[in-house]
């Protein structure tokens, strides 16, 4: 069965440092997301992803954060200057349509030192 | 920005008894309803979504929407404690999903 896959699973950082998280969607999806989610706390939406541009973005996603589209198969997030508390579980997704399930890839845990 | 609430739990249950868990939603006109669950430290697994009023079934799970109410529901007949985690709702707004804060279910062996 095909899955959204995030490399690394963990990425501990210092504060002011750029950090780029991996997600590889599922192949025959056109649809692609960013969540985080703090501990404890809800998912949140990041930003989305279609015919490799920005679709939509929340207040969260500030100018110290961009998504791209490398290579036609990877979907990259990179935060330029992390702070603390960008400390989370970063999540992608990845759908065939844009009202249609959404599939999670495990996530990558950002600790922010 | 649409709301999810869900009652945060824990509900506790015995191992074979049907599990109910129940999600409100404040935009009257949301269309897409969708139940995940998330094991502690690990990504939200999509059970099942639903979009038509009325019951949907996929094997022991069945999810209810009644958009009148602005309720949707997940039952889990003959729970397992396997079954335990926590259950978000959500709902589409835009092209984004939109949780709930998650139901704990624990299922009592």
């Known amino acids: 069965e095909p899955e959204v896959t995030q490399t690394p699973s963990h990425q501990v950082t210092q504060m002011g440092q750029e950090v780029i998280l991996r997600c590889v969607p599922i192949?025959?999806?056109?649809?692609f997301y960013w969540y985080r989610q703090i501990l404890g706390q809800k998912v949140e939406f990041l930003v989305s992803?279609?015919?490799?541009?920005?679709?939509?973005k929340s207040e969260i996603f500030d100018d110290q954060f961009s998504v791209e589209r490398p290579d036609g198969s990877n979907f990259t997030l990179k935060i330029r200057s992390t702070k603390l508390e960008d400390s989370a579980m970063y999540f992608c997704?990845?759908?065939?349509?844009?009202?249609?399930?959404?599939?999670f890839g495990p996530g990558t845990r950002l600790t922010v030192l | 920005q649409k709301e999810v609430e869900q009652n945060s739990g824990p509900l506790s249950v015995p191992e074979g008894a049907i599990a109910s868990l129940n999600c409100t939603y404040s935009?009257?006109?949301?269309?897409?309803f969708f139940w995940y669950r998330q094991y502690s430290g690990k990504s939200p697994e999509l059970i099942m979504f639903?979009?038509?009023?009325g019951d949907k079934e996929d094997g022991r799970f069945t999810a209810q929407l009644n958009k009148a109410s602005q309720y949707v529901s997940l039952l889990i007949r003959d729970s397992q404690p396997s079954d335990s985690a926590t259950y978000l709702c959500?709902?589409?707004?835009?092209?984004?999903?939109?949780f709930g804060a998650g139901t704990i279910l624990r299922v009592k062996s």
């Open positions: 997704a990845s759908s065939s349509t844009d009202y249609n399930e959404q599939f």
């Open positions: 192949s025959n999806h056109l649809y």
């Open positions: 992803f279609y015919n490799n541009e920005i679709s939509e």
């Open positions: 935009d009257r006109g949301s269309q897409s």
């Open positions: 639903i979009y038509s009023n």
């Open positions: 959500a709902v589409i707004e835009g092209n984004k999903l939109v």
